[in-house]
């Protein structure tokens, strides 16, 4: 079946340290590929996505390519901010007897300090 | 559009007690999503639904869990009777779907608490 695997965290960066955050994917067919991010007592909310092999998706300085031949979507920030402190959830959407089938990662913690 | 609604925000009961949590999505979505998120399990999908048709309720842990979609505007997820592991903040989704490429809108939560 499908699946994700991103970084256990926390991860504690400094203000304007380069960020990066590992996600891997294993789907039997093309899925499409997403970055969701949680902040403190709210829902997820849409980072970024792709859908298909190459494309790279691109957000409030936040960068993912979708790599096929590394089943791969690594999430980049070139510069952090203390408002970045979220939690950030790596997911796959695929079609499942023509139906959405989405699967999270379980989340890569991340707090940002001045 | 107001974004997905969830009621209540918070809700504290007794074990045995039922509890009910409600959602309305977004307007014109037809695919709605129910998960419940843990420190120790993550992000767990219990039921979806397409045009309030139960797609796929194998992440519904138990026959104490039940879900209801009687229209396009409203769902309900059902707990009888609740038990202190079900302790959990329960989210609710919609999306335009059932397009893989498509994103989901996330409600801001009901925090669930059984004592």
């Known amino acids: 079946g499908d699946s994700v695997t991103q970084m256990e965290g926390p991860v504690t960066l400094s203000e304007e340290a380069f960020l990066t955050i590992n996600c891997t994917y294993t789907a039997t067919g093309y899925p499409s590929l997403f970055w969701y991010v949680q902040y403190p007592g709210e829902g997820l909310q849409l980072l970024l996505k792709a859908t298909k092999a190459d494309d790279k998706g691109s957000n409030k300085g936040f960068e993912a390519t979708y790599r096929k031949e590394t089943t791969s979507f690594h999430l980049e920030k070139g510069s952090v901010q203390v408002s970045d402190s979220a939690v950030y959830f790596c997911a796959l959407s695929d079609a499942a007897g023509g139906y959405q089938k989405v699967t999270f990662g379980i989340g890569t913690k991340l707090q940002v300090i001045p | 559009d107001a974004g997905v609604i969830q009621s209540p925000r918070h809700e504290v009961t007794e074990m045995g007690q039922e509890v009910t949590l409600r959602c309305k999505p977004i307007s014109g979505h037809n695919s709605l999503f129910w998960y419940r998120q843990t420190m120790m399990r993550g992000l767990e999908l219990l039921i979806y639904?397409?045009?309030?048709?139960?797609?796929?309720d194998s992440g519904m842990p138990e026959d104490r869990f039940s879900a209801k979609m009687p229209n396009a505007s409203f769902s309900t997820l059902k707990i009888q009777p609740s038990e202190p592991r079900d302790s959990a903040v329960y989210f609710c989704?919609?999306?335009?779907?059932?397009?893989?490429?498509?994103?989901?809108?996330f409600g801001p939560g009901t925090r669930l608490t059984v004592t």
């Open positions: 639904f397409n045009n309030n048709v139960p797609i796929d």
């Open positions: 989704a919609s999306s335009s779907g059932p397009i893989t490429s498509s994103e989901q809108y």
